[in-house]
Antibody, heavy 118, light 106 residues
Framework: EVQLLQSGGGLIRPGGSLRLSCAAS????????MSWVRQAPGKGLEWVST????????YYADSVKGRFTISRDISKNTLYLQMSSLSAEDTAVYYC???????????WGQGTLVTVSS | DIVLTQSPATLSLSPGERATLSCRAS??????LAWYQQKPGQAPRLLIY???YRATGVPARFSGSGSGTDFTLTISSLEPEDFAVYYC????????FGQGTKLEIK
């Protein structure tokens, strides 16, 4: 059974940094691309970033480029999102998701809330 | 950037009725479109990929169609558990989502 267990959210002050984690199980972690998607309170889904199966290719939304870094540790079966220079506009529930056939998001984590506020 | 526009924003229907949701892309995305369902407090769930293929475990009452710039998600006969928010997503160029259609009980 595929499982994605997220951790690392919380309250952070503007300008601060935070790292989210997503522990994967039930599939070959190094074989599938992984993504982060966020959802601001009461709003729709926004794609944030994607990393290839090997970790060598990464993609970012313009809204986070230069501030967020996606990475994966295949030895730990864990996906990360390092976030820096956070602002109130980054407040959202962040989801990690596994990419399946044709790179669509077939399994999702439970989500973790990041609140940026002073 | 590819922009996806969903319509209507809200759709009010009764159980047993047919639902038709639309998604229009700002440029051709061939068939690289998916549909997701999201219920309150839950992560999204993949329903349809490549415009018309049902994901594993998705009931046959859900169907997708379209290509190029215009796509449709159809729910043939609404069940109580189908009332939720639906998002389209494109993977033709990076990734983006539509703003969502809320399907509510009339």
């Amino acid at each position: 059974e595929v499982q994605l267990l997220q951790s690392g959210g919380g309250l952070i002050r503007p300008g601060g940094s935070l790292r989210l984690s997503c522990a994967a199980s039930g599939f070959t972690f190094g074989g599938d691309a992984m993504s982060w998607v966020r959802q601001a309170p009461g709003k729709g889904l926004e794609w944030v970033s994607t990393i290839g199966g090997s970790g060598s290719t990464t993609y970012y939304a313009d809204s986070v480029k230069g501030r967020f870094t996606i990475s994966r540790d295949i030895s730990k079966n864990t996906l990360y999102l390092q976030m820096s220079s956070l602002s109130a506009e980054d407040t959202a529930v962040y989801y990690c998701a596994k990419e399946g056939v044709d790179f669509y998001l077939d399994y999702w984590g439970q989500g973790t809330l990041v609140t940026v506020s002073s | 950037d590819i922009v996806l526009t969903q319509s209507p924003a809200t759709l009010s229907l009764s159980p047993g009725e047919r639902a038709t949701l639309s998604c229009r892309a700002s440029q051709s995305i061939t068939s690289y479109l998916a549909w997701y369902q999201q219920k309150p407090g839950q992560a999204p769930r993949l329903l349809i990929y490549d415009a018309s293929y049902r994901a594993t475990g998705v009931p046959a009452r859900f169907s997708g169609s379209g290509s190029g710039t215009d796509f449709t998600l159809t729910i043939s006969s609404l069940e109580p558990e189908d009332f939720a928010v639906y998002y389209c997503q494109q993977r033709s160029h990076l990734c983006s989502f539509g703003q969502g259609t809320k399907l509510e009980i009339k």
